[in-house]
């Protein structure tokens, strides 16, 4: 379902009549969020007084029948008077208002305005996630090669399929213990000027602020300025040591591929990891990869289906079908002999570490 979102500002000293604002509303295709930093201070929303913009939201949104988002957390902290205040509101209309939860972040990052989080409560919304990978770099492979062993219990079945199945669940099976796994969640955005040194002044910056916060001492207030201003100099320092590092990296001998992965690292837009996929099919969003996989695949079976060939192609195709095959061949030659294990190891060992086949055993997990 499409909702409307809307954002605005209200200077605090420019007079504000309640006709502007409901004008707005009218225009608002429904559902929708506003969002904004009204300058109107209100008990209703955790201010200690209310003010005339104040009382002009609040019969904004009894005349109107909306709903307030807001958990009477603080919005903004005046430096000047280093007091808290509420004055950025999300107004919603009813029809939604349960499906939305109001917070804020503990951090201003660099600003005055605390950000405002909407989280969206309906279950039936899936958010997409990376397919889950085997951590071969952390595997324990001697365990692995002692809970992995076969036995020929396994392999004794009638029916070639289930020995099959059998052996290969038996070999996930240990890969899921002894191997570790990705979360499959969204890599964050890598920054190669973060090191220890700047995440210990972080951590210092994000400790005197929660200090200030619970008690708005003025030396409290000096040490979270101290530390924030020695986070930033270290980010900028480490900032132009990360960008003469990249800049002199780059010369005429360095291939094309890792002189553009240089440059996207210099711009921070640099990530490890490939980003989901989203598709439109039919009007529809899909974001699950099986689905992704599915759709896509029905697309290219439908290309190379009989219907799409060419009728000379077509003809043609028919034409040799219609040749009786022969099958008859001298057992002599050497792909008829028996498999040997020296012929799997050579195999093995030449092998790359590639991606999976559908049975999901790697080969990493063969040679151990």
Sequence with gaps: MPITVCTIYLPPHQTISLNELENLIVQLPTPFILLGDLN????LWGSDATNNRGLLIEKLISDNSLCLLNDSSYTLFHQPSRTFHTVDLAICTPSIFT????????????SDHFPILLTHSDNSITFPKHPARFIFD???WPFFTVISELT???AQSHDIDTAVENIT???LAAADIAIPKTSGKQPRLWKPWWDEKYAEAFRNQKRCWDRFRRYPTTENFINFKKAKAMARRIKRQNQNKTWQKNVNSIHCNISSSEMWNKVR???????KGHAISFLNHNGQTVSEVIDIAN?????FSKISSNESYPPVFAAYKQKEERKALNFKTSTCKEYNAPFTVQELTAALNKTRPTSSGPDRIHCNRLKN
């Design 138 to 140: 952390k595997a324990n």
């Design 295 to 299: 759709i896509l695949g029905a697309k």
């Design 99 to 110: 499906r939305w939860n109001f917070s804020t972040e503990d951090d201003l990052y660099n």
């Design 169 to 171: 669940n038996h070999i």
């Design 265 to 271: 690292k210099m711009l921070g837009t640099y990530k």
């Design 40 to 43: 109107g201070h209100s008990t």
């Design 152 to 154: 020929v219990d396994m």
